[in-house]
């Protein structure tokens, strides 16, 4: 299938270091509503003005517990929900302006988590790999359908004609890749994708996953809540808190130190591995606060155990956190002079 | 470099391929009752149609003479009624009138109602609330109010009950369809298609109606006995069908006078309404499980 | 361990009847001191979830076809009926479930749930019982018990329902309690705080845990024994030491390079192909057999033994025969 990889290169718009994605002060709120007249009594703080980058040809992994914003950034990137404030960036291009929502969706997909509820009982699996490429009107959608079954490891004979619940979670995950692909995506965002599966036949798929990227030169976004599975296969993470980023940065400075409490937090909560170190005191206290009605200032103070006056009145600022020019983190710790008692009183050279 | 991937997960067995709706079938003919129930109907439904042909008394010719004889007399295996026609005749001849109200009103309001449902459900926003809020005020009335008061104001006669049968069944099966739209539209395969780039018609066309059709069909099967008794109510009642068409529900009403000389042929029609009206309830239930496609 | 345990299973064998037939577990042996923790580990369909629902009776009798025998501090718990039955249910065993926002009731307050339990099988009254309610809402370490007693399931937080559902389940000081994966929908940095709550309550009230998951690293986190489940029947036992530092089963060797654990990024990840069996016709052989890397003639022919490599420890491979015989 090199013929992808052609067309990739007449795609390439901005060159290597345009970044994929820029996104930039992305906001989403929900309104709940509730009473007779159907009126707005709260707002959720879905995501609130995060800005980030995703690079050509890297693997991007968003950590960060339920309500954090997660799912709804991706949504918003692939067009799904509407932007309540900010822009898209797509290879240099803004997204409403240069270009149209339509034009980008051909090159973002998504893979979602529940494998099942992600394809259509009613078609067979070969139908519903081949419907995107048939909207798009793309040549011969079902040849193009068999092609992508046989790649991700189906064999289309025996299984192009099958249902959904004739296939195992491992395999429907499969066909949700290759309808992914049929579009030939430039960027893949994958939702908790493996998160459904066991154990051994998750193994597979983030094998596949690596081939995948590599032969078809694509971007993921990885979104999981494993943080052993998202240091396996991203070269950077960016950890949310209650619809903010509270810290990105490349995958061995994130794991080998920890800018953010959160982060840390995140990070002394993962299985030990060894019994012999088991946990022994929980790291945080308590479930992640609504993003109904986030914290002011630091939205973490509330949880933190360094939280001092200056977290509850002032938002922290994404900031370069040690010599890693690329990991930044929204800590007044880690700002200098920033009125935290922890803070560095150096100023940085 | 990919083999390891490649033979991955093959071992599943499956037994043979089958579609979804040779599933259906397949689940539907284990279950005898609806099975039985079928084969009633369509028995009633055959004779219906070619009731011309099976060699029937007139329907229409009376005689003063043999009025209400019972059931058995010779030449007459079901009796007359009060104006001495034919019982069996009268009841086949009836059962053609009777179903056809029964049933076209059903298939008019599902088209109509999964058209509004659809729509509503996979719009959303204003114009589901301006749908929704227009069929929740047909359905403030009890169903048989509303045939009543749209039949009396239309004057009595077939179309009319037609028509009056048709509005009262739009608003329940909107509603329906309105539900399961709404819940197939947050599922994220119509995300994924959306995520394609297909428009919403195309969506709906082949993401959303195969698997609305199915569940509002059901629920509409078993509006078709509601139906087919709110019209012999119409008729009973002299706002539906007019003498001297045979139909059951006028049947029952022209007879209610020979209750105490020959109760058996009285009751006859409303025998008819409650086994058919029985067996599409049954019917219905059948489907109803064996196309619920679980895993 | 004394000689009397608390849980026996014998020969356990559970069959369910339906559109087609699933045999969900097939022969399955396993004892549990007092006092003990167990991880029962295995992946979707390796039956470790019908092995607690049968410990409680709880599988539709109509669709299942159970045989072997299970006995729990020395009784038979097939044999029992009626009230025998539900006071073993709740008193001697009690189960925490996977989403305790299904498994606590919506239209009652958690105080009036647990005291209900409580009443039913102490014969107390409701005044006393509330004060019990009350006092294992504070066992189970939930911030302002008082106000929490008033509150509906649905008023509370995951990690709080969870904690609700776990004092639920203590109320009668049941001898042995089943989890049922009750942290697997929670957060990381909640599931950590149920496993540590867990942990100290079992030492408080000396019960016996069987702790079903699918996630070795929690199993780490709260096991002394594990026990890996596969195709319905246990392939490998031991402590939880032995599991992790010497894995003996193929099958749990690959599970825990899957967990990805300390796996170099970019590594090529050692994937167990294949997916498991559908359990349509009862296994005679080794069901690993077609997804193992080391598979032998004679595995397709027989159900392989246990060995036992160690103390408390057996693995049914023939792979360890020949590690004995060697």
């Known amino acids: ?199 051994s036949v998750e193994a597979q798929v983030l094998n596949l996953l690596a081939d995948l990227k590599e032969e078809f030169g694509l971007t993921y976004i990885f979104i999981s809540h494993d943080l052993n599975v998202v240091r396996f296969v991203s070269d950077r993470v960016m950890v949310m808190y209650l619809g903010e980023v509270v810290e990105v940065g490349p995958v061995e400075a994130i794991y080998a130190r920890q800018a953010h409490p959160y982060t840390a937090s995140l990070f002394s909560a993962m299985p030990s591995m060894d019994p012999d170190n088991r946990t022994l005191e929980p790291p945080l206290a308590g479930d992640p606060p609504n993003p109904v009605n986030p914290p002011s200032g630091c939205r973490f103070h509330t949880r933190c155990r360094f939280a001092e006056d200056i977290c509850s009145t002032a938002k922290p600022r994404l900031d370069v956190f040690g010599s890693n020019r690329d990991h930044l983190a929204a800590c007044h710790m880690r700002v200098p002079f920033s009125g935290h008692s922890l803070a560095d009183v150096e100023t940085s050279p | 470099m990919a083999n390891i991937s490649l033979g991955a997960e093959v071992v599943m067995p499956v037994e043979q391929r089958r579609g979804y709706w040779s599933s259906v079938v397949r689940r539907f003919l284990r279950n005898p009752v609806a099975v039985g129930c079928a084969v009633v109907l369509l028995a009633l439904i055959l004779a219906a149609i070619f009731a ?46 009777t179903l056809y109200i029964g049933l076209v009103p059903v298939v008019l309001a599902f088209f109509i109602g999964t058209a509004l449902g659809v729509t509503a459900g996979y719009a959303g926003g204003f114009v589901n609330t301006l749908i929704m809020r227009v069929v929740d005020i047909f359905f403030a009335f009890p169903s048989v109010l509303l045939a009543i008061a749209i039949s009396g104001a239309l004057g009595a006669g077939i179309i009319n009950s037609l028509v009056s049968l048709t509005i009262v069944f739009i608003p329940p099966i909107t509603r329906v369809a309105e539900s399961v739209t709404s819940s197939v539209r947050a599922l994220d395969y119509v995300d994924a298609a959306r995520a394609s780039g297909a428009g919403a018609f195309t969506i709906v066309r082949v993401h959303v109606l195969g698997n609305v059709l199915g569940p509002v069909f059901v629920y509409a099967t078993s509006l078709t006995s509601v139906c087919m008794i709110l019209a012999a109510g119409l008729s009973f009642l002299g706002i539906g069908v007019k003498p001297p068409e045979p139909e059951w529900g006028l049947m029952l009403n022209t007879l209610r006078t020979a209750i105490y000389i020959n109760p058996m042929i009285a009751a006859l029609p409303g025998i008819m309404i409650f086994i058919t009206s029985l067996c599409l309830n049954l019917l219905s239930d059948g489907l109803r499980s064996a196309m619920n496609v679980k895993d | ?73 020395g009784t038979d718990i097939m044999t029992l009926s009626g009230k025998r039955l539900s006071r073993y249910r709740g008193g001697d065993v009690s189960m925490v479930f996977q989403e305790p926002a299904l498994a606590l009731d919506p239209v009652y307050t958690v105080g009036e749930q647990i005291a209900e339990t409580v009443m039913r099988h102490r014969g107390i009254g409701r005044r006393e019982a509330m004060e019990v309610a009350l006092d294992m809402l504070v066992k189970v370490r939930i911030p302002s018990p008082e106000r929490r007693l008033k509150n509906y399931p649905h008023e509370m937080s995951g990690g709080m329902r969870q904690r609700a559902m776990i004092a639920l389940a203590l109320s009668c000081r049941p001898k042995l309690l089943l989890a049922d994966e009750p942290t697997t929908a929670l957060d990381a940095t909640v599931q950590i705080q149920i496993l540590l709550l867990l942990r100290e309550l079992q030492k408080e009230f000396g019960m016996s845990i069987i702790f079903v998951t699918h996630d ?111």
């Open chain 1, 1 to 199: 299938m090199s013929r992808i990889d052609q067309q990739l290169d007449g795609r390439d718009r901005g060159g290597p270091a345009q970044p994929l994605i820029l996104a930039q002060d992305l906001k989403k709120h929900f309104p709940i509503r509730s009473g007779l007249l159907n009126r707005k009594t709260a707002t959720v703080h879905a995501v609130d003005g995060i800005s980030f980058e995703v690079r050509k040809g890297e693997t991007l992994g968003i950590v960060g517990e339920s309500g954090c914003g997660k799912s709804t950034t991706a949504r918003l990137l692939i067009g799904l929900i509407e932007l309540d404030d900010g822009t898209i960036v797509f290879d240099g291009d803004a997204v409403g302006a240069d270009l149209s929502l339509k034009e980008m969706r051909k090159s973002v997909q998504m893979v979602f988590q529940d494998s099942y509820a992600s394809l259509n009982p009613r078609l067979t699996i070969e139908e519903s790999v081949a419907f995107g490429p048939g909207v798009q009107g793309l040549s011969d959608p079902p040849k193009r359908a068999r092609d992508l079954l046989a790649r991700v490891g189906l064999d289309p004979d025996r299984f192009g004609q099958r249902y959904p619940h004739e296939l195992s979670g491992g395999q429907r995950q499969r066909v949700n890749i290759a309808r992914a692909l049929a579009m030939s995506p430039r960027l893949v965002i994958l939702d908790e994708a493996v998160s459904a599966l066991d154990k």
């Open chain 3, 216 to 326: 070795i690293g929690v199993a780490v986190e709260i096991a002394d024994r594990v026990a890996v489940m596969y195709a319905g029947n246990i392939v490998e036992e031991g402590s939880i030491h032995d599991i992790i530092r010497d894995p003996r089963h193929p099958y749990t060797r690959g599970l825990l390079s899957a967990n990805l654990h300390d796996v170099a990024r970019g590594t090529r990840l050692e994937a167990i192909p294949g997916a498991p069996p559908a359990l349509n016709i009862k296994p005679a052989s080794c069901q690993f057999a077609p997804r193992c890397a080391h598979v032998m003639p004679a595995c397709t022919s027989a159900l392989p033994p246990f060995v036992s490599p160690g103390e408390g420890r057996r693995v049914a491979c023939l792979l360890e025969r020949g590690r004995e015989l060697a």
């Open chain 2, 52 to 97: 011309p042909y099976l060699d029937l008394a007139d329907p229409y010719k009376g005689s003063m003479i043999k009025r209400l004889r019972p059931l058995g007399t010779d030449g007459f295996p079901l009796g007359t009624d009060e104006q001495g026609r034919d019982m069996l005749a009268r009841l086949i001849y009836g059962g053609r009138l």
């Open chain 3, 1 to 73: 361990m004394t000689s009397s345990p608390l849980l026996q299973i014998r020969d356990l064998n559970v069959r369910f009847h339906g559109e087609r037939t699933v045999h969900a577990i097939n022969g399955l042996n396993l004892s549990l001191g007092h006092g003990e923790m167990l991880g029962l580990l295995g992946e979707s369909g390796s039956g470790k979830s019908v092995t607690l629902k049968t410990l409680l009776r709880l599988l539709p009798p109509k669709r299942t076809m159970i045989d072997g025998s299970i006995e729990v501090n």
